[in-house]
Nanobody, 121 residues
Framework: VQLQASGGGLVQPGGSLRLSCAASKRIFSIDAMGWYRQAPGKQRELVAIVTSGGSTNYADSVKGRFTISRDNAKNTVYLQMDSLKPEDTAVYYC????????????????WGQGTQVTVSS
């Protein structure tokens, strides 16, 4: 199962972007879905996560500015990013945990290909 991320780009400080990430195939079930980011020279870090039941958790650095949501019918996760700062510049990766394509499938951990977000004036 592949995840396809989109929505990155160049935005000025204070601007907004919305990232989307969808599974490429029909899926039986997915547990948590999330967004991670990796800036140059830094380790990949968790940005936000949403469980299958809708519970969310955010990194302290993005609380109050970013909103994660998911559409279970479309197997898609979104990240609405507002009040963007230059320090938000990174490659953003989506993630889906315990993915099963069919009811009998083994669980998979899936990653998207990454989408670049650049915040600069």
């Amino acid at each position: 199962v592949q995840l396809q991320a989109s929505g990155g780009g160049l935005v000025q400080p204070g601007g907004s972007l919305r990232l989307s990430c969808a599974a490429s195939k029909r899926i039986f079930s997915i547990d948590a879905m999330g967004w991670y980011r990796q800036a140059p020279g830094k380790q990949r870090e968790l940005v936000a996560i949403v469980t299958s039941g809708g519970s969310t958790n955010y990194a302290d650095s993005v609380k109050g500015r970013f909103t994660i949501s998911r559409d279970n019918a479309k197997n898609t996760v979104y990240l609405q990013m507002d009040s963007l700062k230059p320090e938000d510049t990174a490659v953003y990766y989506c993630n889906a945990d315990k993915v099963r394509q069919y009811w009998y499938s083994a669980y998979e951990l899936c990653w998207g290909q990454g989408t670049q977000v650049t915040v600069s004036s």
